[in-house]
């Protein structure tokens, strides 16, 4: 199985190729240079790994929350190298993708990411036995204060948003938080790790239909 990932949702900049099981990837923290990076990350993935893009099986990409320029244009670079060979992609949450970093750490892992305007985008995830994330409670955009809390377990809080608005969301969370991971960004490899059970269970649809998940209508970046 070959599997190219794109994550451009926030600061972070990666892409990654999996092959097989053997995965490569680049990545770099570089706020608004993301269409300036991206394709020479995938050009040089696909050289490394002397695929051509047409022999992809299927194209996963971070299709938010996050910042609207980076979310589209996550969009815009996999429907542009799948639509013209048919390959079939799966969108993936990009909050979803932030938690799948401690999976196999964490048992209960709670996300958040600057939304700006005072909000964060906020999710609840829960680790099954395959070590993957399985969300709890619908995401959300929401003031820090008006978040929605779990009610049992211990918890790691993990994004940005904990690193901005910490105390709100701790003066609202009803169980006990063990860790916070507040510099960790979305990362593509972790976008492969959740697209291949649907990949393998024919859950995908044709580039065509792909469509970003903004949380909100305001545009914000």
């Given at each position: 199985?070959?599997?190219?990932?794109?994550?451009?949702?926030?600061?972070?900049?990666?892409?990654?190729?999996?092959?097989?099981?053997?995965?490569?990837?680049?990545?770099?923290?570089?706020?608004?240079?993301?269409?300036?990076?991206?394709?020479?990350?995938?050009?040089?993935?696909?050289?490394?790994?002397?695929?051509?893009?047409?022999?992809?099986?299927?194209?996963?990409?971070?299709?938010?929350?996050?910042?609207?320029?980076?979310?589209?244009?996550?969009?815009?670079?996999?429907?542009?190298?799948?639509?013209?060979?048919?390959?079939?992609?799966?969108?993936?949450?990009?909050?979803?993708?932030?938690?799948?970093?401690?999976?196999t750490k964490y048992d209960h892992i709670a996300?958040?990411?600057?939304?700006?305007?005072?909000?964060?985008?906020?999710?609840?995830?829960?680790?099954?036995?395959?070590?993957?994330?399985?969300?709890?409670?619908?995401?959300?955009?929401?003031?820090?204060?008006?978040?929605?809390?779990?009610?049992?377990?211990?918890?790691?809080?993990?994004?940005?948003?904990?690193?901005?608005?910490?105390?709100?969301?701790?003066?609202?969370?009803?169980?006990?938080?063990?860790?916070?991971?507040?510099?960790?960004?979305?990362?593509?490899?972790?976008?492969?790790?959740?697209?291949?059970?649907?990949?393998?269970?024919?859950?995908?649809?044709?580039?065509?239909?792909?469509?970003?998940?903004?949380?909100?209508?305001?545009?914000?970046?």
């Amino acid at each position: 199985m070959k599997i190219l990932a794109i994550e451009t949702s926030t600061e972070a900049c990666s892409a990654a190729l999996d092959i097989d099981d053997s995965c490569i990837f680049r990545h770099k923290i570089a706020p608004r240079r993301h269409t300036e990076l991206i394709l020479p990350m995938i050009d040089s993935l696909l050289q490394e790994a002397d695929v051509k893009i047409n022999s992809l099986d299927v194209i996963a990409f971070g299709c938010g929350p996050g910042a609207f320029t980076g979310v589209r244009i996550a969009i815009s670079i996999t429907q542009g190298l799948a639509c013209p060979y048919d390959i079939p992609v799966i969108p993936i949450s990009t909050l979803a993708v932030l938690a799948q970093q401690f999976s196999t750490k964490y048992d209960h892992i709670a996300t958040a990411i600057d939304a700006r305007m005072k909000e964060i985008y906020w999710g609840l995830y829960k680790v099954n036995k395959c070590n993957l994330v399985e969300v709890m409670k619908k995401e959300k955009v929401c003031s820090p204060n008006n978040i929605l809390s779990p009610t049992n377990g211990e918890w790691v809080g993990v994004g940005s948003g904990w690193k901005i608005y910490a105390n709100e969301i701790k003066s609202k969370f009803k169980c006990k938080i063990i860790d916070i991971k507040n510099d960790t960004y979305p990362h593509a490899k972790n976008v492969i790790q959740l697209a291949k059970p649907s990949y393998e269970n024919g859950k995908f649809i044709s580039a065509d239909r792909a469509k970003p998940v903004y949380l909100r209508d305001k545009v914000v970046n």
